[in-house]
C-alpha cells in the first residue's frame, strides 16, 4: 500500500508500506536522480519501492527542495533533512534502520548522509564516485578496440587537438559532490568499520568509470571488504532506458537487500505517525 | 503564499490514482484541471506544471494535477496505461476538482498528449485549454518511434555502439513500456482542434496564432522557455520568472470565457 507522508516544510513523500505482519526493520529511502521528480527515470522509483516493498521494507521516494513538488527552498542541510526524514519513517514503521541513495548525484547524497548518520546502515550507489587513472585509460582504450575504424580515428584526432573534444573541461568531478582525492578511502573504510553495507554498481554510461578495476584503485583495500558488493554493467545506460535492465536492477536490489537486512519486525504492533493522507476520496 | 499542497490518493474504480490540488488563499475563482502530457513528456515537464499550478494558485484558481493509472504516482503497470483509461481517471479527477471548489467555473487544461483525455471530457467543463497540443496522434506516434530508435542508439546513453545497435524492444516506446492499446489510441486519436468545440477554447503555444486557426478560438502565445521541453530529453532547473507570467494571462483568460 502507498501512503503520503508529510515530511515537514510542505515537503512530502510516498511511502510504500508492507503489511505489518510482513514489515522487516530496515528502511529504503530513495533520493532524486538529478531533477527527475520521485518516480525516478522511466518511472523506475516507482517501480523498484513497489518490489522492494513486497519483500517487507518500506520504502520512500520524495523530491527534494527544487525538484518536482518540492517547491519551497531547502531549510535543512541535507544531512539534516535526511535525519528528519528518518524520524518520519521511523514513527510510522518502526525501521531504525535505513538504505539511503539512488542514482548518480543521489549515489553522492547517500554517501553524505551515511557518513554522518548513524542509522544510516546502507548505500544504494548507482554509478558513485570513482576515480580516473590508468585503469581508466585502459578502459578506454578496450572499448575503443571493438569500435569501427571511423570511430578510432575521430578519438586520434581528438586527441591530437585536430578539433575540439566534445564537452571540453568539464568532467564528472566537476559536477558532482566528491570528496577530496583520495578521501574516499578512509570514509569507506569507516562505513565498513560501522557495518554498513554498499550496493555499488556502475553502468556502462557513467563516463568516469570504464573499467572494473577503477573501483579498487578508487577506494583502496576496503572495496574488498564483504560489506561492499560491486558490480558493473558495462552494457547498461546510466538511466537504465532499456526495460530489462530495469527489470535487472530492481531483481538485484532485491536480493541484496533480502542477502544484507532480512531482519524483521519481533513484536508488530500499531503505529501512529505523521500520515496525512491515509484517507482515499 | 499559497497555501501548501495537498497530496492525495484517489479512488476511481479500483484505479488509484495519485493527484495534487494547489490551493488559492480563499474562496477559487476557478478551477483547473490538468491533463498530464505522457510517456517521457510526463516527467519532463513535471516540474514546468507544477510550478504553473503554483501560480495560477496566486491568482485565485484552484489547480487539480494528477497522474493517469499506470503512470507516475498512481497505481497500475505502465503496460496498463492508455487513453480510454486517461480519459476515465480525468473525468474521475475533474468529479474531484468540482468537490472542492462549490459552484466555481471549471476549465480542462490538456497538455501535449494530454489534449485527447481532454477534449473527451471537455463538454464537462466551462472552458478547455489545450498547451501545444498534439494535433496529429498518428505523426506523434511516428516521432516517438524514431526517437526512440535514435536514442537505443545514441552513443551517448550507449557508450558501446556495436552493442546498442542490437538492441530493440518492440513492447517499449520512449524508455516505457508501452500496450497495443496505448499505440492504437494515438493512432486514432482525433484532431482536437477539429470541428466545433463544445466550450470556449484556447489554444497555448509558441506559435499559437496558426495552431488556433479557426477565429472563434483564443490564441496565447508562450515564450520558449515554457515550449523548449517538448524538443529535449535533458532535465535542467526550470526558469521560474515565464511560469509566472503565463499564469498571469491564463487568469486573465478567465474574464473572457
Wanted: include cysteine; hydrophobic fraction near 45%; aromatic fraction near 8%.
Amino acid at each position: 500500500m502507498e501512503e503520503i507522508l508529510d515530511l515537514g516544510d510542505g515537503l512530502f513523500g510516498i511511502l510504500n508500506l508492507p503489511p505489518i505482519t510482513q514489515r522487516r526493520r530496515t528502511a529504503l529511502v530513495l533520493f532524486d536522480a538529478g531533477f527527475i521528480h520521485r518516480v525516478g527515470p522511466f518511472r523506475l522509483h516507482a517501480r523498484l519501492a513497489r518490489a522492494v516493498a513486497a519483500e517487507g521494507y518500506p520504502v520512500l521516494r520524495f523530491d527534494h527542495p527544487g525538484v518536482g513538488d518540492a517547491l519551497a527552498l531547502a531549510t535543512l542541510p541535507a544531512v539534516r533533512a535526511a535525519a528528519r526524514i528518518f524520524d518520519r519513517i521511523r514513527a510510522r514503521t518502526d525501521c531504525e534502520r535505513f538504505v539511503v541513495g539512488g542514482i548518480c548525484s543521489a549515489a553522492d547524497q547517500g554517501w553524505q548522509v551515511a557518513l554522518n548518520e548513524h542509522r544510516a546502515g546502507g548505500i544504494l550507489m548507482l554509478d558513485g564516485l570513482a576515480r580516473k587513472g590508468p585503469w581508466h585509460v585502459i578502459g578506454r582504450l578496450k572499448r575503443l578496440a571493438r569500435e569501427p575504424f571511423p570511430r578510432w580515428l575521430a578519438a586520434l584526432r581528438r586527441h591530437l587537438r585536430l578539433r575540439p573534444p566534445p564537452q571540453a573541461g568539464v568532467t564528472a568531478e566537476d559536477v558532482r559532490d566528491w570528496p577530496a582525492p583520495g578521501v574516499e578511502r578512509s570514509q569507506l573504510a569507516s562505513l565498513v568499520a560501522r557495518d554498513v553495507e554498499i550496493f555499488a554498481l556502475y553502468t556502462g554510461g557513467a563516463a568516469h568509470f570504464v573499467h572494473p578495476r577503477q573501483f579498487r584503485a578508487t577506494y583502496g583495500a576496503a572495496a574488498a571488504s564483504t560489506r561492499v558488493q560491486f558490480a558493473y554493467w558495462e552494457h547498461c545506460d546510466h538511466m537504465f532506458y532499456a526495460e530489462p535492465d530495469r527489470q535487472r536492477l530492481i531483481a538485484a536490489v532485491v536480493d541484496w537487500m533480502q542477502a544484507r537486512f532480512p531482519d524483521r519486525t519481533e513484536r508488530p504492533r500499531a503505529t501512529a505517525g505523521s500520515l496525512i493522507r491515509q484517507d482515499v476520496v | 503564499m499559497n497555501p501548501p499542497l495537498q497530496p492525495q490518493m484517489l479512488e476511481a474504480d479500483g484505479r488509484r490514482l495519485f493527484s495534487v490540488l494547489h490551493s488559492p488563499e480563499g474562496r477559487p475563482r476557478a478551477g483547473v484541471l490538468m491533463c498530464a502530457p505522457i510517456l517521457h513528456e510526463h516527467v519532463r515537464s513535471y516540474r514546468l506544471f507544477a510550478l504553473l499550478g503554483d501560480a495560477l494558485a496566486s491568482h485565485g484558481v484552484a489547480v487539480l494535477r494528477f497522474d493517469y493509472y499506470g503512470t507516475g504516482d498512481s497505481g497500475g503497470s505502465d503496460a496498463e496505461f492508455d487513453l480510454d483509461g486517461a480519459a476515465s481517471d480525468a473525468a474521475r479527477a475533474l468529479e474531484i476538482l468540482r468537490g472542492r471548489i462549490g459552484d466555481a467555473p471549471v476549465i480542462v487544461l490538456g497538455i501535449r498528449a494530454g489534449v485527447f483525455p481532454a477534449v473527451r471530457i471537455a463538454a464537462q467543463a466551462q472552458a478547455l485549454w489545450l498547451w501545444q497540443p498534439i494535433r496529429d496522434g498518428r505523426a506523434y506516434l511516428a516521432g516517438l518511434r524514431q526517437r526512440d530508435a535514435d536514442e537505443r542508439r545514441s552513443t551517448r546513453r550507449y557508450a558501446l555502439r556495436a552493442e546498442a545497435r542490437q538492441i530493440d524492444y518492440p513492447d517499449s516506446l520512449m524508455g516505457f513500456p508501452c500496450s497495443d492499446a496505448l499505440l492504437v489510441g494515438l493512432r486514432e486519436a482525433p484532431d482536437p482542434l477539429s470541428g466545433a468545440p463544445p466550450v470556449p477554447l484556447a489554444v497555448c503555444d509558441r506559435d499559437a496564432a496558426a495552431a488556433a486557426a479557426p477565429p472563434t478560438v483564443t490564441a496565447l502565445e508562450l515564450a520558449p522557455a515554457l515550449t523548449e521541453w517538448a524538443d529535449q530529453l535533458e532535465m535542467y532547473l526550470q526558469p521560474v520568472r515565464p511560469v509566472q507570467e503565463v499564469a498571469g494571462r491564463l487568469a486573465a483568460l478567465l474574464d473572457t470565457h
